[in-house]
């Protein structure tokens, strides 16, 4: 007992010296909630272009309302999130699918998954090359393979078995991403990620990437890991993460902070509060997250200057942001 409520002590204490952005719904717990996210890092008003914030903001709000169309007909939080996944992939604008950043070979290997909370259910592939929606491979492995993670050739040749569409490898290629290898750009983040609850109660997650710019050959980051980048359990919460993945696979970040939830009894703002602000900061690892709770709260929180990102539940509320409030 006395561990529970200093445990609930030091993380209200945590959340009230950091800033972040927490946003909990008391007032009426909502039927639906999604909220995806688009990479955090060195997001920086001064350095955005209002074409280019526009250009953001419009795709943001285009994925966000696909899934919210979902929910709202009733459909599953499975199908809302890779929906909205989808959205973005398709887009240049973020690290994942079309637009995916380049290994130090110069090519795109892309890394994805997706998790149930009602089941517990998880699919992964990492170092694909040729499936044109790395989400949608996910979750092929996760409803028609025994298994949860596929890799390199063989998560190609499994999606294509099953019938997803798949695209020569220059289809990835945009040159803003080109130019930004070419420059070994710091500001190497823009993975996508969703996470929601839907009318029957249940939580879904799911991130998808093209890793890290520069990243070594064969190199595996957080996103497709279970546990690392995407968590969904419907006793607690759903998870996506973004940023750096060494650390986010080190920590076990989306898991941690469901663990956190369940073991001690904390809101899901204070254990994700803990987890980013403090335990990732204090290791000097950048990224954030985005998270929902079974009765409906969520969370962006990242301790960088920025993360795209957009939320939206039955209750009316939606918002799309970029920049950090402080
Ligand atoms: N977490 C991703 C990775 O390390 C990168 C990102 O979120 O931008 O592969």
Not at 5 to 18: D, E, F, K, R
Not at 125 to 136: D, E, F, M, Q, R
Not at 277 to 299: C, R, W
Request: glycine share 10%; net charge neutral.
């Amino acid at each position: 007992m006395l561990i529970r409520i200093s445990t609930a002590l030091l993380l209200v204490l945590i959340c009230s010296v950091y800033s972040c952005e927490n946003i909990e719904l008391k007032d009426k717990n909502p039927e639906w909630v999604i909220v995806i996210h688009g990479g955090a890092g060195t997001i920086l008003k001064s350095e955005m272009t209002d074409e280019m914030e526009n250009a953001y903001k419009k795709k943001l709000s285009e994925a966000l309302e696909l899934g919210s169309e979902i929910l709202r007909n009733g459909g599953s939080s499975l199908d809302a999130i890779s929906t909205a996944i989808n959205c973005m992939e398709d887009s240049p604008l973020f690290n994942a699918g079309r637009g995916s950043v380049f290994t130090a070979e110069g090519k795109n290997e892309m890394d994805a998954s997706i998790m149930d909370g009602a089941t517990l259910n998880a699919g992964a592939v990492a170092g694909i090359k040729t499936v044109k929606n790395p989400v949608l491979a996910a979750r092929k492995v996760m409803e028609n393979s025994p298994h949860v993670m596929l890799i390199g050739k063989g998560a190609d040749e499994f999606a294509k078995n099953q019938g997803l569409e798949i695209v020569d490898s220059s289809y990835f290629f945009t040159n803003r991403r080109w130019e930004s290898f070419k420059r070994a750009n710091k500001n190497k983040f823009g993975t996508v990620g969703a996470v929601a609850l839907d009318m029957n109660g249940n939580l879904a997650a799911a991130t998808s990437t093209g890793g890290m710019t520069n990243k070594m050959k064969g190199r595996v980051g957080d996103s497709p890991i279970i546990g690392a980048g995407t968590y969904a359990d419907n006793k607690a919460c759903a998870v996506s993460a973004t940023g750096h993945g060494e650390y986010f696979i080190r920590n076990v970040v989306a898991y941690d902070i469901n663990a956190i939830m369940k073991y001690s009894g904390v809101s899901l703002k204070e254990a994700a509060t803990y987890v980013i602000m403090k335990k990732l900061k204090e290791q000097g690892a950048e990224g954030g997250i985005i998270a929902v709770d079974k009765a409906g709260n969520f969370v962006t929180v990242f301790n960088t200057s920025g993360m795209y990102r957009a939320y939206k539940n039955s209750n009316g509320f939606s918002e799309i942001k970029i920049y950090g409030d402080k």
